[in-house]
């Protein structure tokens, strides 16, 4: 689990076989990749390494209509509390409101988001989704439900999927 504090290698990604189209769909967080200890140049500090903690998360999206079901990644935010971090600001405008002090984000997996996706290529020329935007999804019956969408390689996260949540995890939302 990695909770959120102020101070703070292998697969980092999952294998989506099918890119997400553009649009705005109803979402729910499937589950969460989490890799501790990655060591990376320090920024503005060519030469320094710094071990950084970082976390990917999994959306199961699906249309507005119901008709078509398929997965989504978050682009891999550094663990940090700061209020200031990439990784706040997006559980701010998912959830309306910052995350408390100490916010384990696995209690993540199993809320429902609204996300704006777009395709984009990189230099190298792969197609991939990208979200664009997140917030809060007003009608949470829209989203998939959990389990309906399975997660490539198999769930980095046990979830409860009678609470939709993570197992032990209380709603601090």
Do not use: H
């Not at 703070?8 to 200890?37: H, K, N, S, W």
């Not at 395709?119 to 439900?145: C, F, H």
Request: net charge negative.
């Amino acid at each position: 689990m990695a909770k959120l504090i102020a101070n703070g290698g292998g697969q980092r990604r999952y294998e989506i076989p099918e890119i997400a189209p553009d649009g705005v769909f109803a979402a729910r967080c499937i589950d969460l990749m989490e890799t501790f200890g990655v060591e990376e140049e320090e920024y503005g500090k060519p030469g320094s390494m710094v071990t950084k903690d970082k976390m990917t998360a999994l959306f199961a999206c699906k249309t507005m209509d119901g008709t078509q079901t398929f997965l989504v990644q978050t682009k891999e935010f550094n663990i940090s509390g700061s209020p200031k971090s990439n990784i706040v600001a997006f559980i701010k405008s998912w959830m309306g409101k910052a995350p408390p002090p100490a916010f384990d984000t696995y209690d993540l997996i199993g809320k429902t988001a609204q996300l704006s996706v777009v395709q984009k290529t990189s230099p190298r020329g792969t197609v991939y989704a990208e979200i664009n935007s997140i917030s809060v999804l007003m009608d949470e019956s829209k989203a998939p439900a959990m389990g309906e969408v399975e997660v490539p390689g198999g769930p980095r996260v046990q979830v409860d999927s009678a609470s939709d949540s993570a197992e032990g995890s209380k709603d601090p939302f």
